[in-house]
């Protein structure tokens, strides 16, 4: 086939985008056989049982067309008693609540909803993946703010505000955190709210981990004291409920945003997948228990993971959310990409090399301990035959 | 029973292998604390034995079979339905028993070289038991789980090796 000229025909924005650098390891890894794979940002379970029946006994009874724009109001009701009751958080159902073909899409819609070209947008890193180049592609600045290991990846009041300028508009917070599983207390959130309304921000907040929380439970941002008012709270089911693949999510927030938002979602995408809706209700009508022991069993992997890794001379904070465990690897004087990448040829684990989520990534690899036990003990005594030749 | 107590043997359940030290990182404790909590459900009789879930028809030239038996009893004087079931439990062909609620009393599963012999032992053994008032011997095809263990599927792990 003949190749026509991509630099003529490819818009600018899209050229302007970086392939992400885990789509590299994707590739070299899934290749391989008989890898233990750590490189996985999503559960190790499948979704229950009960979920799938619901959704089977959806199409059984013929739900196979679209649903409103924002989502079965149901579901919008069901999200919102579940907010209230988890997070202390109010949201009505029929104005305040969008739901997305997952958290990615309710990331895009936002910000296509919030930014325009020259506003700029804080995003702590390191961070998922998927930030900043939404928010280029919705014409906005990504700005990132560092964080470091010695605050435990934790952003803090100080570091915000030394990053705000005259176009700082909004700023995105994922906490429990992506990659570094770091999440904040409401003290240390209390402490950036402070700074947030001082300069009048909006606040994106990723609440996608919240359930996954080991040590205290989950705040968030949106229930201090007004704060509900410039806070638009995204979350969805891929994490807590093992739904990745249902591509679920949803937005909640004040309704001039988030009718603003649901225009952009209703020309581009009508609405999310009905029968990954019915799937949802059954999640957060009888999924509880289900969430309960996923997260005692993630719990345990981490005490597991972390104090495994620290003994084998990858020196790693205890996160306290998520499924990621961040040590560092600069005692091996190699970057994390070359420690990634030789790890996988040689012992073949695969992790994430943590430059690949910005700023403050490098010298850290991710480890996803949703993996079984077993994998972990293999990965851990790979990794330490690994470590071990180069310290 | 405190909540440490059951989480070991959440843990144990799962892979009775997993090594103390490991239980003992897993939950943020001591692995002497681990071992004495252990050593204790031992002692208590909540632990009573640490045994392999192992799939005999992936073993070859093992061609064994399982009968599930329903045993209907007339319970004795005295001693009621623990005598009877004591009196079966003590053959070593027999695995388990349990007292049933419904349409009989004893459930009883047998395991044998042969059909034969295991038809041998309800007729010989089960039925001339002074108690026992019926028998009705169902034969285990297949098993698919047991025991929580799921024995057929490929437990693959089905994500990508590395995603977002
Ligand atoms: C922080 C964060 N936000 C959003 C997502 C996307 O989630 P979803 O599957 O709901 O689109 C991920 C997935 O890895 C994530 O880590």
Known sequence: MKQLSSKHYLSETARSIKPSGIRKFFDLANEMEGVVSLGVGEPDFVTSWNICEAAYASMES???????????????????????????????????IIVTTGASQ???????????????VLIAEPGFVAYAPIVQLAGGTPAPVPTTAENHFKLTAEQLESHINEKTKMILLCFPNNPTGATLKREELEKLS?????????????????????????????SLPEMAERTVVISGFSKAFAMTGWRLGYLAGPEPL??????????????????????????????????DKMV???????????????????????????????????????????????????????????????????????????????????????????????? | MNEKELE???????????????????????????EKIVKSLEERDIILNYQAVINWDHVPSNDGVTAMIDVKVAPKREIGFDGVA??????????????????????????????KEVAFFVSK???????????????????YKHDGVIFEPEQKDKRAVVSP
């Open chain 1, 62 to 96: 013929g739900y196979t067309s679209y649903s409103a724009n924002a989502g079965l109001l149901e579901l919008r009701q069901e999200i919102s008693a579940y907010l209230q009751k988890q997070f202390q958080l109010e949201y009505k159902a029929e104005k305040e």
């Open chain 1, 106 to 120: 309710a990331i895009d819609i936002a910000f296509r909803a919030l930014v325009d070209p020259g506003d700029e």
């Open chain 1, 194 to 222: 402070t700074v947030i309304r001082r300069h009048d921000l909006l606040v994106l907040s990723d609440e996608i981990y919240a359930e996954l929380s080991y040590d205290q439970s989950h705040c968030s941002i949106a």
């Open chain 1, 258 to 291: 988030l009718q603003a938002m649901l225009k952009i979602h209703q020309y581009t995408m009508m609405c999310a997948p009905t029968i990954a809706q019915h799937g949802a209700l059954e999640a957060l009508r009888n999924g509880r228990e289900d969430v």
């Open chain 1, 296 to 391: 005692a069993s993630y719990r345990r992997r981490r005490n597991y993971f972390v104090k495994a890794s620290n003994r084998i001379g990858l020196p790693c904070h205890m996160p306290g959310g998520a499924f990621y465990a961040f040590p560092s690897i600069r005692e091996t004087g190699l970057t994390s990409e070359q420690f990634a990448e030789q790890l996988l040829k040689e012992e073949k684990v695969a992790v994430v090399p943590g430059s690949v989520f910005g700023a403050g990534g490098e010298g850290y690899v991710r480890c996803s301990y949703a993996a079984s036990m077993e994998a972990l003990q293999t990965a851990i005594e790979r990794i330490g035959r690994f470590v071990e030749k180069r310290l």
């Open chain 2, 8 to 34: 070991i043997l959440e843990i144990l359940e799962g892979n009775a292998r997993t090594p103390l030290a490991t239980i003992a990182d897993m939950m943020e404790m001591e692995k002497q604390e681990v």
């Open chain 2, 86 to 115: 004591e009196r079966i439990y003590r053959f070593p062909e027999v695995k388990a028993v349990y007292l049933m609620s419904g349409a009989y009393d004893l459930s009883v599963q047998i395991e044998g070289k042969t059909m």
């Open chain 2, 125 to 143: 053994k089960l039925s001339t038991l002074d108690s026992v008032l019926s028998t009705t011997t169902h034969f285990l095809l297949k098993k």
